[in-house]
T-cell receptor, first 112, second 117 residues
Framework: GQQVMQIPQYQHVQEGEDFTTYCNSS?????IQWYKQRPGGHPVFLIQ?????EVKKQKRLTFQFGEAKKNSSLHITATQTTDVGTYFC????????????FGQGTTLQVKP | DAGITQSPRHKVTETGTPVTLRCHQT?????MYWYRQDPGHGLRLIHY???????DKGEVSDGYSVSRSKTEDFLLTLESATSSQTSVYFC????????????????FGSGTQLSVL
């Protein structure tokens, strides 16, 4: 079935360092979404990518969709303690369904 | 935050007992979802609904049933709870889904922590 693999599972960085999480699929994705979940909280939508090779930025966050639409990445420049949390990618996959399937998530810890 | 209320917020129950979790929305959104979250597994889709009385299975539907008799309510039932169903359960909603290209973003409720002893 449809599946996205997300790596790494955990990442510890020093405040100010950069961070990247990757999302990979064996099938072509129609679109990909990214969510952030703060510790003890619920997932919150960050962004959606639709087009091949698309790049979107939100302040220090850069989101990319691969040319083949089989992978995506989220890059955070100069991490801050407010970036702590778990980042999920999610995809609708193929077929006419409304199912949104999530990757396993990457948990980011930032040491001040 | 979107108007999504999950109840109860916390529940402790015993193996073999039935449990029903409720998700209530005030946004009149068409799609509703139930996910469970476990360490190392991320968010896994249990069931979802694309309209009143229209539901479908997700990745991990065994042991769960759902019902949606009104647009605003989506119920998740564990007919006979097992310890493996100890988890955090999230309800989510989205306004619509456009086949092929775009998917609407999901809004999540605050979650229900369920412990099955």
């Amino acid at each position: 079935g449809q599946q996205v693999m997300q790596i790494p599972q955990y990442q510890h960085v020093q405040e100010g360092e950069d961070f990247t999480t990757y999302c990979n699929s064996s099938t072509t994705l129609s679109n990909i979404q990214w969510y952030k979940q703060r510790p003890g909280g619920h997932p919150v939508f960050l962004i959606q990518l639709v087009k091949s090779g698309e790049v979107k930025k939100q302040k220090r966050l850069t989101f990319q969709f691969g040319e083949a639409k089989k992978n995506s990445s989220l890059h955070i420049t100069a991490t801050q303690t407010t970036d702590v949390g778990t980042y999920f990618c999610a995809e609708h996959g193929s077929g006419n369904t409304g199912k949104l399937i999530f990757g396993q998530g990457t948990t980011l810890q930032v040491k001040p | 935050d979107a108007g999504i209320t999950q109840s109860p917020r916390h529940k402790v129950t015993e193996t073999g007992t039935p449990v029903t979790l409720r998700c209530h929305q005030t946004e009149n959104h068409r799609y509703m979802y139930w996910y469970r979250q476990d360490p190392g597994h991320g968010l896994r889709l249990i069931h979802y609904s694309y309209g009143v009385k229209d539901t479908d299975k997700g990745e991990v539907s065994d042991g769960y049933s759902v019902s949606r008799s009104k647009t605003e309510d989506f119920l998740l039932t564990l007919e006979s709870a097992t310890s493996s169903q100890t988890s955090v359960y999230f309800c989510a909603i989205s306004e619509s889904w456009t086949a092929g290209l775009l998917g609407e973003k999901l809004f999540f409720g605050s979650g229900t922590q369920l412990s099955v002893l």
